[in-house]
Every structure is written in structure tokens, then in C-alpha cells.
């Protein structure tokens, strides 16, 4: 999914200079409401280069749209939150995103990040703020969701309010209660599965000294390196590529780097990338969800050192996610998807 480019003459500054002169009872036209508004522009951008709440929020709502463009599953996302907006109603609140699903089928999303003090604590959500959003949809006859960024475990839910419990003034949704109707996989999220372990393999050139010293230390030229599945070297270009993926962006604990020496010599030398195995005797190892590797890599690309760099990364949503080909199955990669069906149906009558 691409991301074009917004017609600036229609929706860039000139717009947002209208506004401000009208604030102003100024003309469009006028010198000295242009200077104000180049110096307001200045103010308001080092305000809110200080303000990391603001910052880590348009990032994460960013972060969502580029998941939900690289999952596979959505024809459109739009912002809903943008441009001019006329309601018989005050009482209404847009969300953040409106979804077409290559179903055909139509949804509102709104983003939330929610950084827990204590892994129990649930997201609240305060009533009057959520009937706003919930009313804009039913306005449309369309479902909405919350699609809430847990930052403490680097994961996204998506689900209805019906999920929330609700107290009379509040919403509140525990993360442990959205696995049973969480949505992801309307926008093609999936679990992944891939035959195991996963290695990356150097081989030491044996025609140059790759002995191992007295001191444990050992100098060798590379004769070749490769990505092994299972044992198996990967040759064919797409399990390589998603090989790659996996090894990147992979819900990994640990990386293992193990030699296999010989007669005192290194033949070669592993990178095997580790996470908890509860099932030694099963052929594959689940290694997360798309989502949760997409926003690895989003992560990857805009922040640093746990600092945000910048609010979108430089690349369009089409060059990220793992874009594992319809059916496929590998030949020594081998790749299980799972996909979970929720119990509810939100595309209902009550769009809610």
C-alpha cells in the first residue's frame, strides 16, 4: 500500500494561513498578518518539539497506520480527524482513521497509546469522550474500534467498546480481556510460525588459519555466509527474504552465537536468534505477530535509544511487513500462519 503525497496548494499552508488571519479579522492578503503567523508558526513548532506526549502520540497514531497499510488487509486508510468538519450536532467527536477492508466493509478506528506504570493497570477510557466517537459512528452506520498501543509490551489490540467494561463514567479494558475479540485480523494480522532454530551461519575460509590461540581466540577470514532453517541452508530469494524478517524483527529474547571447532580449528560460527520454547518437541517456533514486527521495524527507523527521531519513517508502508506470498508454505524456512477468529462480530446491527 502506497502513501501518496497531499496536494499541498489545497491542504498545505495557505489554508492554515486563512485561518489565522480570520482569527486576527485580518485579509488573507495582509503583510503584517503574514509576518504574525510565520513567527506563531515558529512559536507553536519549538512548543511542541518539548512536548513529548504530544510527539510519542502522533507517532504511535502514525505507527498504526502503517501496520494497518503493511498487514495486507485494507484498500484504504484516511484520516478521519482532518479538514473541515459541519455537524447538526456538538456532541460528536471524529476518530482518528476511517478503514476499507478489501471486503468491502468499513470501519472507524481510534488510537490510543497507553504507557502502564503497572502491567495489571487498565486503559480508561472516560465515558463522555467514548460516546462522542461512538455516535460519529453510528452516525455512518459503521463499526468503531480502538486500537490501543500497550508500550510496555510492544503490542497492539484492536477491539470494540463493547470489550471495555463500563462503570457509568468510565471504560476500562485489562489487556489480558482483549485476546477473545481482538480484531487484528481484519487488517490481516497473523501469528507466525517457522521451522526451527533459525540461524545465521558464517564459514571460515580453510585455506586461510582459522586455528583457536591458547587465549581462546581465533582470527579467520569468511568463506561464505548463509541463513539456515532447521539445519538447512535457505536458497530459495523469498524464504531468504522472509528469513531475514523473521531474524530482524522477530519477538526474540536472546541471541546465541555458538562455534563448531574441530581438530582446534573454527569451521564456523552461528548467530542464532532464542525465545522461550514451550514445545522442544514441535518442528516450529512461533515467533510473534505481523503487527508486533511491523512496529519493530517502524520502531527501528524513528526512534533511537528509546528517543523519537521522527514522527514517520522516510519509506512508504509498502516497504515494510514480511509480504509472505497467498499459500505459501516454504521448503526449508516453512512458515505457519495462524489467524485468530474473534467471537464477536462487528459488523452487527449495533455499531458499536
Request: charged share 25%.
Amino acid at each position: 500500500m502506497e502513501n501518496p503525497p497531499t496536494d499541498p496548494k489545497r491542504f498545505g499552508l495557505l489554508p492554515a494561513l486563512d485561518h489565522f488571519s480570520r482569527s486576527l479579522g485580518l485579509a488573507l492578503s495582509d503583510k503584517n498578518g503574514l509576518e504574525q503567523f510565520v513567527q506563531h508558526l515558529s512559536d507553536t513548532a519549538a512548543k511542541h518539539q518539548k512536548n513529548q506526549i504530544l510527539i510519542h502520540g502522533l507517532r504511535i497514531q502514525t505507527m498504526f497506520a502503517y501496520f494497518a497499510a503493511a498487514l495486507g488487509g485494507c484498500q484504504i486508510i484516511q484520516e478521519e480527524d482532518s479538514g473541515d468538519f459541519f455537524a447538526a450536532s456538538d456532541n460528536l467527536k471524529r476518530p482518528d482513521f476511517r478503514i476499507l477492508l478489501h471486503t468491502g466493509q468499513e470501519m472507524f478506528v481510534e488510537v490510543k497509546n497507553f504507557n502502564q506504570a503497572d502491567p495489571l493497570e487498565p486503559y480508561i477510557l472516560d465515558a463522555e469522550y467514548a460516546h462522542q466517537l461512538r455516535d460519529y459512528s453510528i452516525a455512518f452506520k459503521k463499526p468503531l474500534l480502538f486500537a490501543i498501543y500497550w508500550r510496555r509490551w510492544g503490542i497492539w489490540t484492536l477491539n470494540s467498546l463493547k470489550c471495555f467494561k463500563f462503570d457509568g463514567t468510565q471504560y476500562s479494558l485489562l489487556l489480558t480481556e482483549t485476546a477473545k475479540n481482538d480484531q487484528k485480523g481484519l487488517l490481516g494480522d497473523r501469528l507466525i510460525g517457522i521451522t526451527k532454530p533459525l540461524t545465521f551461519r558464517l564459514y571460515t575460509d580453510p585455506s586461510h588459519v582459522r586455528k583457536i590461540d591458547a587465549d581462546g581466540q581465533c582470527q579467520f577470514k569468511v568463506e561464505k555466509a548463509v541463513l539456515t532453517a532447521g539445519g538447512r541452508e535457505i536458497t530459495d530469494e523469498i524464504e531468504q527474504r522472509l528469513g531475514w524478517y523473521f531474524f530482524l524483527y522477530g519477538a526474540w529474547a536472546d541471541i546465541e552465537q555458538p562455534g563448531h571447532v574441530v581438530d582446534g580449528e573454527l569451521l564456523w560460527m552461528d548467530m542464532e536468534p532464542k525465545r522461550e520454547d514451550p514445545n522442544p518437541e514441535q518442528i516450529f517456533l512461533l515467533v510473534g505477530n505481523l503487527s508486533e514486527m511491523i512496529c519493530r521495524q517502524f520502531n527501528s527507523v524513528t526512534t533511537d535509544q528509546g528517543k523519537v527521531t521522527r514522527l514517520a519513517p522516510e519509506t512508504n508502508p509498502a516497504k515494510f511487513g514480511a509480504k509472505i506470498p497467498k499459500g505459501f508454505r516454504g521448503e526449508v524456512l516453512g512458515v505457519w500462519q495462524f489467524e485468530l477468529k474473534p467471537d464477536e462480530n462487528i459488523f452487527a446491527d449495533q455499531f458499536i
